[in-house]
């Protein structure tokens, strides 16, 4: 399964399109800041809805599947312990990188593919999407984490960080999956504020 996935998002999975309106690629690069900052405007069309393929949803759903294996066996360790790094490596987070196009007021997502430089920490993931073709933005997941007693946590959509993240960076959108088929979405404005939660179908 592992190495169907990724031979998967290393081919990309791009949806066939007729559509006009691909953000250009050109758009502003952004300072590494991590501190929130309103930033000219990113030169993409207006939009007011997201739609994402079922197809790419369920890929989705497998990255995150996969990357969520093992989470309750954390139940015999406590918060300090993988605070503290000495945990054993279970969840991981998982970023990659979302292709797309605006026409008239919708973000089309049109394809996934693997971030560069893919970096999975627990709970904590970086990478890049700098050479993806009509890059729109990234998604990643939010694995669960265990309590000292061994339940599910759920980090319920994209966090304070996540969306800071979004405002300092190029993207258009940004996505979560936080559960299984739980997805949540944040939109940059032509005038670059971030717009959270941003409306988002799968269909
Ligand atoms: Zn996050």
């Known amino acids: 399964m592992r190495a169907l996935l990724i031979a998967v998002l290393a081919s990309g999975l791009v949806w066939e399109s007729g559509e006009q309106g691909a953000v250009p ?12 900052v309103v930033l000219p405007a990113p030169r993409s069309p207006e939009f007011a809805v997201i739609i994402l393929p079922v197809a790419l949803r369920d890929l989705m759903s497998a990255v995150w599947v996969e990357n969520n294996r093992h989470w309750d066996e954390l139940a015999d360790q406590n918060t300090l312990t993988q605070l503290l790094g000495t945990g054993r490596p279970t969840q991981r987070e998982y970023l990659g990188c979302l292709q797309g196009e605006i026409a008239r007021d919708t973000l089309w997502v049109r394809g996934i593919v693997a971030a560069a430089e893919l970096k999975q920490l627990q709970f904590a993931v970086s990478g890049n999407c700098d050479d993806v073709d009509q890059s729109v933005g990234t998604w990643h997941t939010h694995p669960y984490r265990a309590d000292p007693a061994g339940r599910a946590m759920k980090e319920r959509g994209l966090s304070p960080m996540d969306l800071a993240t979004f405002a300092s960076a190029r993207d258009v959108v940004t996505l979560v999956m ?6 949540d979405a944040a939109a940059k404005a032509v005038d670059g504020t971030v717009r959270h939660p941003a409306l988002l179908a799968v269909r």
């Open 25 to 36: 690629s050109d758009a502003p690069r952004a300072p590494g800041s991590h501190r929130q």
């Open 178 to 183: 936080w559960d299984l088929d739980s997805l």
